[in-house]
């Protein structure tokens, strides 16, 4: 109840700035059809093993009826739209076995593999300026997530460039919290634990920016849980201002590998490229060619994008002070309060939303929202 109570907050929050959303329930009772054929999929029943039963019997050939396609397209047809999300979003599956009672069949187990992480849909998928690019996750737990959400998408028209898949590569991998686009004209990706240089190719190959730049941030040698993807160490406050982990103050407590992360910049216009220091970092992809690469995380937001830094604490990052939601016009949803003393200078309108029930499962509300389309 508490976690429904904060997704109402937000949503009320949302609403009077003016901000149009649709959760993930909503849009998918827009197409009834795709609607069924999704819960179709992910119910499942199977018979079970080492059955003692005479299969000539009429009670055995009667069980055998509820186990075939037909009899679980009479179930789905009887559901309703809420209940068929249930199906899709529990998976569950009914292990039958036949008994000499009733309708001749009972389920000897009921199990579930339940989507969890559905609730961080910010995950499947980057919104670029072109449109959307339907990731792949590191953890194949959840590759259904990808499936529900692309439906998501297709139903309220937004334009789907492609998906990653491990027949482009099996060391492809996209999620969207490694995604920004930072300037009208640059594009930011982090790679390290979830997001790898394949994923990276991919979206540079096929075109699917919309961005003269591309900044690959690159993490080498941290790869913590903590700091996985790029909005977890950095986000944006308004056009001036960024929000950014001080990995000096890290690394104190990791004094055994390199928390800072290199920048590799590529220019898609460039003749030239320079050299890469990194074998997984190649100097030309697609039309893109390496042009630069900066050291140090913060000279490049500073010198090249002349951003204004506020960087906050281990202790801040781990309060989840860095994952707040940008709503543009200097408006700015945090789930940490104390974002509004360190972020005073920047002239932002800062909104604070209990949400502790969804940071308790280790995320916040950048992690459970994601921008359908970039102007």
């Known amino acids: 109840m508490k976690v429904q109570e904060c ?102 187990i009921i199990s579930f593999n339940p989507l969890g992480g559905l609730v961080f849909c910010r995950d499947q998928q980057i919104t670029t300026k072109k449109g959307l690019v339907i990731g792949r996750a590191r953890s194949s737990q959840r590759d259904g997530e990808h499936i529900i959400m692309k439906q998501v998408f297709e139903n309220i028209n937004v ?41 990276a190719e991919y979206i540079m190959k096929n075109d699917f920016l919309g961005t003269r730049y591309m900044a690959i941030i690159y993490d080498g040698e941290d790869k913590d849980q903590q700091r996985m993807h790029l909005d977890t160490y950095f986000n944006i406050l308004s056009d001036k201002y960024v929000i950014v982990l001080d990995f000096d103050d890290v690394q104190k407590y990791y004094p055994d590998k390199k928390i800072e992360r290199k920048v590799y910049l590529y220019d898609n216009e460039a003749n030239d490229s320079i050299e890469s220091d990194n074998f997984e970092v190649p100097k030309i992809i697609g039309r893109y060619k390496l042009i630069n690469i900066y050291e140090k995380f913060y000279y490049f937001l500073e010198k090249r994008l002349k951003y204004k830094l506020i960087k906050v604490t281990h202790k801040q990052q781990m309060e989840y002070m860095i994952n707040f939601l940008n709503l ?18 920047s002239n932002t309108n800062i909104t604070f939303l209990e949400f502790k029930p969804i940071l308790n499962m280790y995320g916040a509300i950048h992690c459970i929202t994601q921008v359908s389309r970039v102007d």
């Not at 543009?328 to 200078?345: F, M």
């Open 7 to 108: 997704f109402n907050n937000l949503k009320k929050i949302l609403k009077e700035k003016k901000i149009e959303l649709i959760t993930v329930r909503d849009a998918l009772k827009l197409n009834k059809t795709a609607l069924k054929q999704l819960a179709f999929k992910s119910l499942k029943y199977e018979i079970a093993e080492n059955i003692n039963f005479d299969k000539t019997s009429k009670e055995y050939k009667t069980f055998l009826k509820y186990t075939k396609d037909e009899y679980k397209q009479e179930v789905i047809d009887k559901l309703s739209e809420d209940q068929l999300i249930d199906v899709i979003l529990n998976n569950p599956k009914y292990t039958l076995q036949p008994t000499k009672l009733n309708t001749f069949i009972e389920p000897k």
């Open 159 to 199: 334009n789907i460039l492609g998906k990653v898949s491990k027949d482009y590569d099996e060391n492809a991998f996209l999620e969207g919290g490694d995604f920004f686009v930072a300037k009208p004209d640059l594009s930011m990706l982090g790679v390290g634990l979830r997001t790898s240089m394949k994923g």
């Open 328 to 345: 543009g016009n200097n408006e700015v949803i945090s789930v940490n309060k104390d974002l509004k003393k360190v972020g005073k200078e």
